[in-house]
């Protein structure tokens, strides 16, 4: 019978020691939904446990993601904020939850260290929300999904002339409905669909869902409704 997991080899940057990590196999990857700010929900096996990649000897998280490489400073920093109070911790076999948030909490921790750009951080900050929303712990969910659309603003000034602005637009606007932030939701996916460069019809019809969904938000709250409105592209 064929398992859900595999085993591949990683070597560590910073202790240049090869150890194993866990992925799943796309066949058994199966979704059951995705939310609006694509969070993924999958029936059997969560393929988003196995991102993080721990080497047990000195306990470097990374991402694929992750520059491969670490610097003089950085290695020092490791040493006093992580290696310092590292166990022999083996996160190779099948990973849990609790597991798998460590992974990435600890994940974010090394990003940080090693100065990886704000969108990797981004990233995990968001996967972190996702699992706490899969844990059905809302008071967590909004506190990583906070510092998820903070970083993601941080990646919009920063570079977003060299990404998919539509779909990161888009995300910051969602980030700011669930956070509750309508009047900033609707200028976000205002934007989407107003710019006239943006020619990613999917981001487009998504952010007229979701300025939709919000204008129905801020009636139920009996909040005023805002002056930025969809123009329809000729």
């Known amino acids: 019978m064929v398992e859900p997991l595999f085993s591949v080899k990683v070597k560590c940057v910073y202790c240049e020691i090869e150890f194993n990590t866990s992925r799943v196999r796309p066949s058994f990857k199966k979704t059951t939904k995705t939310d609006t700010d694509f969070g993924i929900h999958y029936k059997d096996v969560n393929p988003e446990y196995y991102v993080v990649r721990v080497c047990p000897f000195c306990g470097l998280a990374t991402t694929e993601n992750f520059v491969e490489s670490i610097t003089r400073a950085q290695r020092s920093a490791f040493e006093d904020k992580v290696k310092v109070n590292w166990s022999m911790k083996d996160y190779s076999g099948e990973r849990s939850w609790d597991e798998a948030m460590q992974c990435y909490k600890l994940a974010l921790v090394c990003a940080q260290i090693k100065g990886e750009k704000d969108r990797i951080i981004a990233g995990i900050l968001h996967h972190i929300a996702w699992l706490y929303r899969e844990k059905e712990n809302a008071e967590q969910e909004i506190r990583f999904l906070r510092f998820a659309l903070n970083a993601y603003i941080e990646v919009y000034e920063t570079e977003g002339v060299s990404l998919n602005n539509a779909k990161l637009m888009f995300l910051i606007g969602e980030l700011h409905r669930r956070l509750g932030e309508f009047n900033e ?16 019809a999917a981001m487009i019809k998504a952010s007229r869902d979701q300025w939709a969904t919000t204008r129905e938000d801020m009636i139920a709250a009996k909040m005023e409704m805002p002056e930025d409105g969809i123009i329809e592209k000729k």
């Open 185 to 200: 939701a609707v200028k976000w996916f205002a934007r989407v669909v107003n710019d006239k460069r943006i020619m990613d």
